[in-house]
């Protein structure tokens, strides 16, 4: 009687996968329907979105591709930004409790005069609600608490578009490099016109070398007919 040697285990599901995040899912929630749809464990991501926005998530599927989050972290990003002006927010979104209105309504000139404030370095407040940290506590625990602290600046590098602008609504293309925070942007970007303004729509378009047009819908994950291990892209080194 010969020994059959055993069959080799499949290969490991290892690469990248890109994802149009849908409106109203947390990025760790892709994390868990993957994790469960290719049965890997091992599943990261180079960049979060927050719940209200849209657009390229870079998945990094199996180990030898979450080692390489810090690579992807580091690449520049590009969004298409929905700005409401005349009302702040707490969380500078669209997602947190107004806490003034204001009734000005800026000219364009007024706004294109103000956008060239945000080009090239400069350096940004984070805002409370993030998860940065501070004496080990991330701001948004503080803030959840009533609390606001000083934040250090951090210096960024952004290059700002006035897309369109129909009172209360302006529309904005933002490059910008990591770190950065669209939301602090767009209140930043209410101060300098003294009417006040915070994010209301987000919309990742690019993350590195990675386009919106080459993503999957975040809403068919599901689908029966849709082969994710087919879609992995996978690098050369």
Not at 58 to 81: C, H, N, P, Q, W
Not at 218 to 225: A, I, K, S, Y
């Amino acid at each position: 009687m010969t020994n059959r040697s055993p069959s080799a285990p499949p290969p490991a599901v290892q690469g990248i996968l890109l994802i149009n995040k849908p409106k109203g899912k947390t990025s760790f929630s892709l994390v868990r329907e993957l994790r469960k749809l290719l049965n890997v464990k091992k599943i990261g991501h180079a960049g979060t979105l927050d719940p209200f926005a849209t657009g390229v998530m870079v998945m990094l599927i199996g180990r030898d591709y979450t080692r390489l989050s810090d690579r992807f972290l580091l690449s520049d990003k590009e969004y298409v930004a929905q700005v409401h002006l005349g009302i702040v927010t707490d969380t500078y979104d669209c997602e947190g409790q107004i806490l003034s209105r204001s009734e000005k309504v800026p000219s364009v000139e007024e706004i294109q005069q103000a956008l060239t404030f945000f080009q090239g370095e400069i350096e940004q407040i984070p805002p409370m609600f993030s998860a940065k940290k501070k004496q080990g506590k991330k701001l948004y625990e503080l803030a959840r608490q009533g609390i606001e602290i000083e934040r250090e600046p951090v210096k960024i590098n952004v290059q700002t578009e006035l897309l369109s602008f129909t009172y209360p609504y302006l529309e904005l293309r933002i490059k910008c490099s990591k770190g950065t925070y669209i939301r602090s942007l767009a209140y930043d970007l209410g101060q300098k016109l003294g009417c006040g303004a915070h994010l209301s729509n987000l919309t990742r378009t690019r993350s590195g070398n990675f386009l919106l047009e080459n993503c999957i819908d975040g809403t068919q994950l599901q689908e029966p007919t849709l082969n994710l291990a087919e879609s992995l892209i996978h690098l050369n080194n």
